[in-house]
């Protein structure tokens, strides 16, 4: 997503010009354009005019209108974000008060004015503005000698660091020139891969090389990682993935990703953070319920305790056509963050996201047990049901 301006006054209401740009541009569109936010971009609009004989023909002009939004509707097939409302500015095809349908599609720039920007909506707009972001995937493409630290988007690669060191050869007898220079181009790799991977972000390294470099550097990596306490690679290592490339440039991180077995890797590990949460909540659902709780009811009562460990959230939430509803899981986020706990906010479009929503779309894994909140949670659902019976 491309940001052309942003403009916010004190109370915080403003408004920010966009140009989507990739098919991903536009679920961010969906999940940022609300009802009763005003959006401004360049529609279709077919006009009647009539001649001074009386006879009457139909054009379509190009028109750009400002509508507050009333509802929205995302055809995934085709990325486009219809979004539907009044008209609020004069237009001299387009009476004040009129309902129009904006279609917003790829590289068609749009400006989204809210009365408030809260912190879940300016989350999003830095999710798909920033490119390093956006960028899960990771990459080290190495060859002895010479390696590339890249992040990956949907759209681009972008090197962070090239590493490039001479390794003595070899000698007859007498190889430690040449195993020095070897561990410190390692350790050139591995201060890259620290300086310049988020963790919190990523969600898949590739380690890619000829041979077997990737396998000895990785070894060499993660045994080092232990000696010297480098938590944040030891805590990652099921993240990396050693992959075979044909040498240690750049262009090589293509044939890699264009490999199938390589994909099918990748969706079941960039999708495993979300995928890992909501089956640590399932499991202490049946060990620990008074650890497990779903409903925004509870979930809110349990925070109000400063409980919460973990939130699971869905995006679709957020898309509530009452913004009292918006509101308050814009609340609870930014309570259980302030409270040091971590908040997962899943793609509806994803199963595991369906999965969540199926829970009411909310639900936490708490730090200590509330034996008394779950006690409450059981008797209202005998209850419901005991009703439910009767009827």
Not at 365 to 386: G, K, M, Q, T
Request: with cysteine; net charge negative.
């Amino acid at each position: 997503m491309k940001l052309l301006y942003r403009s916010f006054e004190k109370n915080g209401k403003g408004h920010i010009g966009l140009i989507p740009e990739e098919a991903e541009d536009m679920w961010h569109a969906y999940n940022l354009v609300a009802p009763n936010d005003l959006i401004r971009s360049t529609t279709i609009r077919r006009v009647q005019t009539e001649s001074a004989t009386g006879s009457t023909s139909s054009n379509k002009i190009r028109t750009t209108l400002t509508l507050r939004v009333e509802t929205t509707d995302f055809d995934i097939k085709a990325c486009v974000l219809r979004v539907k409302g009044r008209n609020v500015e004069e237009n001299q095809y387009v009476k004040m008060g009129q309902y129009h349908t904006i279609d917003l599609e790829l590289n068609r720039k749009f400006v989204l004015t809210k009365d408030e920007w809260d912190v879940v909506s300016m989350e999003r707009v830095d999710l798909a503005c920033d490119a390093t972001k956006q960028a899960d995937l990771g990459a080290v493409v190495m060859q002895e000698g010479i390696a590339h630290v890249c992040l990956v988007t949907s759209s681009m690669t972008i090197v962070r660091a090239k590493i490039e060191v001479n390794i003595p050869r070899k000698r007859r007898g007498n190889c430690s020139q040449h195993d020095k220079g070897l561990l410190k181009f390692y350790d050139q790799i591995i201060q890259a891969i620290i300086r310049h991977f988020n963790f919190d972000v990523i969600k898949c390294v590739l380690v890619a090389s000829p041979g077997f470099v990737k396998d000895q550097f990785t070894d060499y990596m993660f045994s080092q990682a232990i000696k010297l306490d480098q938590k944040v690679l030891v805590e990652n290592k099921s993240k990396f993935i050693l992959v075979h490339a044909s040498s240690g440039f750049k262009h090589s991180l293509k044939e890699v990703l264009a490999d199938p077995a390589v994909t099918s890797k990748l969706t079941d590990t960039k999708a495993s953070s979300e995928v890992k949460a909501l089956n640590a909540f399932y499991s202490m659902l049946q060990q620990e319920p008074e650890r497990a709780f779903y409903g925004i009811d509870h979930v809110e009562r349990a925070n109000e305790m400063e409980a919460i460990e973990t939130l699971l959230v869905t995006d679709e939430l957020f898309r509530s056509h009452e913004l009292a509803t918006r509101k308050r899981y814009v609340r609870l986020v930014e309570s259980v963050r302030d409270n040091s706990g971590e908040v997962k906010i899943f793609s509806s479009l994803h199963v595991s996201g369906e999965q969540l929503g199926q829970l009411s779309g909310v639900a936490a894994i708490l730090r200590y047990p509330l034996p008394d909140l779950a006690d409450e949670l059981f008797n209202e659902d005998n209850s419901s049901s005991e009703s439910d019976d009767g009827s």
